[in-house]
């Protein structure tokens, strides 16, 4: 009973978060990819993300430190950043990015800053819901 | 893994596919990784270019298939993309978040067979091995066209394929796919390989090329055919199918040369302009070869040839090595003042010879063995004793040209202009390199070239900013020049400048043999464009000219050439280039 339960609750945490617009489809790819030779390939490769992009944050705050800044530089970054995003389907997260791209391409550092602090709150968030629903 | 033959791959193609992956992000290696093994593949993985580079070079045919991702810290991925293209030529596919049309093109520019854009679906990895298996059947069918067992061995090869799915090691791809290890530089191990069972790339040394040619000019023509050359050369290893596919990119090789020379003059400044192109340029020129090959069935055989030249010109390498022994003993100095001259920022070339050199420098590196072989065909042939003597002296000029040569290689235009010079001087000396089959006539060629350069020279002045390589020494020769052109134009347009600049050497042996200081006004004409698909419109800018003696200079150019075109590779490629090599084979 209490088993059952459990994977209701499961179930249904994992549904909001595609219903939440947290995942997209790529989630589900992952999913497929997990079997009995891997059967925690989904939470190794969310861990191996939040690891990896992490690194890739720090030298977006370091960049955006600089005075001038350094648009191309920005922008390679975050299109780094993105590609890791897509690799868990991040979907959140990859709006932010894409929209840090486009300030970027504007050379407008007002609107970068305010998309890196939402973007990394949208990131925060998602990685605290994965956790939950490893647990 | 052997080479050549895998032994996990067996019935179960497309299963035990060896996938080789590289990206940066390792969060999608391990994805990719996942997915690959899902669908029976075998897979690598490598998180920097540079290893990736390493991993293909160490094992040759030990993959099948390169998936790499365009954004990499350490080297670009189409830079990746036209290395992999030249040295291993093995079917690419690029993967991005970035989807956007420019950058899919250029992904297809530089020769990649397929463009995926991440999030990258397990359907779309499932279907990889068409691109292998299309470039298999492209080869085969190449190699076998003229052939006229061909049907027999194409459907022998199909239902191999389909019986015991050892395609990729196929003996005859082999057999017809000229293309050898680029580590081997030994003809004598190469022609060790062909007569075993396990039937290798047939090797087309100099020497060997050499005895084609004869053959080939023996005959007439006209009337040659695979089975008269095959006869005349008497070689036992050599088989018909062998001499066949030798014999169409020859073929290919001159009616390029041809074409080459009428476009030249169209071209003149046109490198120029062009140069300044990054990899758009750079990597359309090498594209268009290799996508002909993939895509284009029927431009095929003109890749094909291409591609075989290139196998050539690897078995050029292999004689290159020979070529080596030979020059080094004489001059073990040119040698070594070659290597240290030529900055090559991409790639190492340990061998002294600028062949060697420019191998290294990865995509160049076929050509560049392509270059040598060829030309080494013409000049050594005739005069081998003029060339050795001279070997020391060009080392010298080299050395000057070469150190003009670095500035260059970072601009694109450095690329295959001489390739373009070369054509139009070798359509003008052709003839000339015709009635002096087997001689190398520097005098006449000579002429010629003055006649060519003169007509050239317009639109050579524009170029002239090109290295001044000594390869334009070398279009004096007509031997060589043909040589070079020939072993240019089929070799993709990235070997093209290297071939070049094997001619160029050619040339400049026989340049320093005529040792004319009237050579000296070419100089400044001919500037030396590497530009992959320009070949028309340079000019080469023989600056040692007036030094001659410098057989080693011909030697060095090649590694300078091979700096600059490693350099900037991207260069537009251009039919054109075949020609040359057509005339330079054609020439005996």
Redesign the interface.
């Known amino acids: 009973m209490e088993r059952n339960q459990m994977r209701r609750q499961v179930a249904l945490t994992r549904q909001s978060l595609f219903d939440q617009g947290f995942l997209d489809?790529?989630f589900i790819?992952?999913e497929?990819?997990q079997?009995d030779a891997?059967p925690n390939?989904v939470e190794?490769?969310v861990t191996?993300?939040y690891r990896?992009?992490s690194r890739i944050i720090v030298n977006i705050d370091q960049a955006l430190e600089r005075n001038p800044l350094d648009f191309n530089k920005l922008d390679?970054y975050m299109?780094?950043f993105?590609?890791?995003s897509?690799?868990?389907?991040a979907k959140k997260v990859k709006a932010e990015c894409t929209q840090f791209r486009e300030y970027c391409r504007a050379g407008n550092g007002e609107g970068c800053m305010r998309t890196l602090q939402q973007l990394k709150k949208e990131y925060a968030v998602l990685k605290r819901r994965l956790e939950t629903y490893f647990q | 893994m052997e080479s050549g033959f895998s032994s996990p791959r067996n019935d179960s193609f497309p299963a035990g596919l060896r996938v080789l992956v590289v990206d940066?992000?390792?969060?999608?290696l391990?994805?990719l990784e996942?997915?690959l093994k899902?669908c029976s593949y075998e897979v690598t993985t490598c998180g920097l270019a540079r290893d990736a580079l390493n991993l293909l070079r160490e094992k040759k045919d030990g993959y099948d298939i390169v998936i790499s991702?365009v954004?990499m810290p350490d080297m670009d991925g189409f830079k990746l993309l036209e290395h992999v293209g030249l040295e291993m030529d093995l079917p690419v596919i690029m993967m991005?978040?970035?989807g956007e049309t420019s950058r899919v093109m250029k992904g297809v520019q530089h020769g990649a067979c397929d463009y995926l854009l991440?999030?990258i679906?397990?359907k779309e990895l499932r279907n990889i091995w068409q691109h292998v298996f299309r470039k298999k059947i492209h080869e085969i069918r190449d190699i076998e066209s003229h052939d006229s067992f061909e049907g027999i061995q194409i459907s022998r090869n199909l239902s191999d394929l389909s019986d015991d799915g050892h395609m990729f090691g196929r003996e005859d791809l082999s057999s017809g796919k000229k293309r050898k290890d680029f580590e081997n530089k030994h003809d004598d191990r190469d022609f060790g390989d062909n007569s075993s069972t396990k039937k290798h790339r047939v090797v087309w040394s100099v020497d060997l090329h050499q005895k084609f040619v004869k053959a080939v000019n023996q005959i007439g023509f006209d009337k040659v055919g695979p089975k008269k050359i095959l006869d005349l050369m008497n070689v036992p290893w050599l088989t018909r199918e062998n001499v066949a596919s030798h014999l169409q990119k020859y073929r290919l090789y001159l009616s390029r040369l041809q074409k080459e020379s009428d476009l030249k003059a169209s071209f003149g400044g046109f490198k120029h302009s062009d140069l300044p192109l990054k990899d758009p340029a750079g990597s359309f020129g090498l594209q268009s070869s290799i996508n002909t090959n993939q895509d284009d069935g029927a431009k095929g055989r003109y890749q094909f040839s291409g591609n075989n030249l290139f196998g050539q010109a690897v078995d050029i390498k292999n004689h290159e090595g020979d070529l080596k022994g030979i020059v080094s003993e004489p001059r073990p100095d040119n040698k070594t003042s070659l290597t240290p001259d030529v900055p090559d920022p991409q790639e190492t070339s340990s061998t002294q010879m600028s062949f060697d050199h420019s191998f290294a420098l990865g995509s160049e590196v076929k050509y560049a063995a392509f270059d040598c072989s060829i030309p080494a065909q013409y000049s050594w042939s005739e005069t081998p004793e003029i060339n050795f003597k001279q070997e020391n002296k060009p080392v010298l000029q080299l050395e000057d040209g070469f150190s003009q040569l670095p500035p260059h290689a970072p601009q694109h235009h450095i690329q295959i202009d001489p390739l373009h010079s070369v054509q139009s001087i070798t359509s003008g000396l052709s003839l000339t390199g015709r009635n002096t089959s087997g001689a190398i006539k520097v005098e006449p060629l000579y002429a010629e070239y003055k006649s060519a350069h003169v007509s050239h020279a317009s639109p050579k002045e524009s170029a002239i900013d090109m290295l001044p390589v000594q390869s334009k020494s070398h279009i004096i020769d007509n031997h060589s020049f043909e040589a070079n052109s020939t072993a240019i134009s089929s070799m993709k347009p990235q070997g093209f400048s290297l071939s070049c600049i094997t001619d160029f050497e050619s040339c400049h042996r026989n340049l320093i043999s005529a040792s004319d200081s009237t050579f000296a006004p070419f100089n400044e004409e001919l500037t030396v464009c590497w530009l992959p698909g320009d070949f028309h419109s340079k000019n080469f800018g023989l600056p040692n000219f007036t030094d001659y003696n410098d057989p080693g200079f011909i030697s060095e150019i090649p590694a300078h050439l091979y700096d600059a075109l490693t350099a900037d590779y991207e260069c537009p490629f251009d039919q054109t280039e075949y020609t040359l090599v057509d005339q330079g084979l054609f020439i005996a």
């Not at chain 1, 897509?86 to 389907?89: A, C, L, R």
């Not at chain 2, 940066?24 to 999608?28: A, F, G, K, L, S």
């Open positions: 489809e790529q790819q992952l497929e990819l079997d891997n390939f190794e490769v191996l993300y990896d992009s390679n299109h780094q993105k590609g890791s897509t690799s868990i389907g | 940066d992000d390792p969060t999608w391990k994805i996942k997915m899902k991702d954004n991005s978040v970035d991440k999030p679906r397990m």
